[in-house]
């Protein structure tokens, strides 16, 4: 079948029976404005209050400030590593498309090696997750690179893993996986890298079950461009 494209002259929009506000440009001001009314941001580092307040955007949730964790360093040395060209390795395709491409500021790879061939095998032999085998694919791209887990606790463990055991270290690292399963701890995990093992790599998370794959692009968004 033909895809039909262009603007149907006989097409019209139903009667507005509900007041609400419908620019779209109107609608990120009057959201962002209220995130900030309604949030206590005076714990976030300065140069990272965009991070919080995009996440805070991308869950709704005005709350999420008093669990957020957010490493001193992690503004500065993401936006370095996108403005420079660093890959964002994402754990989860709805990560990869959550994040906004006009945004990044060198043409910046997303990569997600969910679909690679030889996941399922390397998941089946390591008795582990898919996306977390997927993570192993990441490291000739690691070093540098921006890192945006949204989904899978799995892929958190595993990355941490790889760089106790020594891999590439990432410029930067956004840690939200949701969940019942894992998530909590893994976060406490990137929480306690660099006291437990002395890796100390710039990250923001979000302590407790919350997070997902909005959660982590809305941070790589904001971490790519300051404009809101």
């Known amino acids: 079948m033909a895809r039909r494209t262009g603007l149907n002259p006989t ?17 990120y001001v009057d959201s962002f404005a209220t995130i900030r009314r309604e949030s206590d941001l005076s714990r976030v580092p300065a140069d990272a209050e965009k991070v919080a307040v995009r996440m805070i955007h991308g869950s709704g949730q005005t709350d999420l400030v008093d669990d957020l964790v ?3 360093r992690l503004g500065p040395a993401g936006r370095a ?14 990560v990869a498309m959550g994040i906004t491409a006009g945004r990044l500021p060198a043409d910046n790879e997303v990569l997600c090696f969910l679909d690679d061939d030889a996941v399922p095998d390397l998941a089946q032999a390591w ?3 898919r996306t977390a085998a997927a993570v192993s694919l990441w490291e000739p791209h690691l070093e540098g690179a921006v890192v945006a887990i949204g989904n899978a606790p799995t892929a958190l463990f595993h990355l941490l893993e790889m760089l106790i055991d020594g891999a590439p270290r990432p410029a930067a690292i956004v840690g939200c996986p949701v969940g019942f399963i894992g998530a909590r701890e893994s976060k406490e995990a990137l929480v306690a890298l660099a006291a437990e093992h002395g890796i100390d790599i710039p990250y923001v998370t979000v302590r407790g079950r919350r997070g997902g794959s909005a959660m982590a692009s809305s941070a790589v968004n904001a971490l790519a461009q300051e404009a809101e």
């Open 81 to 94: 590593a996108l403005a420079a060209g660093a890959p964002v390795l994402c754990d989860a395709r709805m």
């Open 11 to 27: 097409l019209a929009p139903p009667p507005r029976r509900y007041e609400y506000v419908a620019d779209g440009p109107a609608i």
């Open 127 to 129: 008795r582990t997750t």
């Open 70 to 72: 957010i490493h001193p």
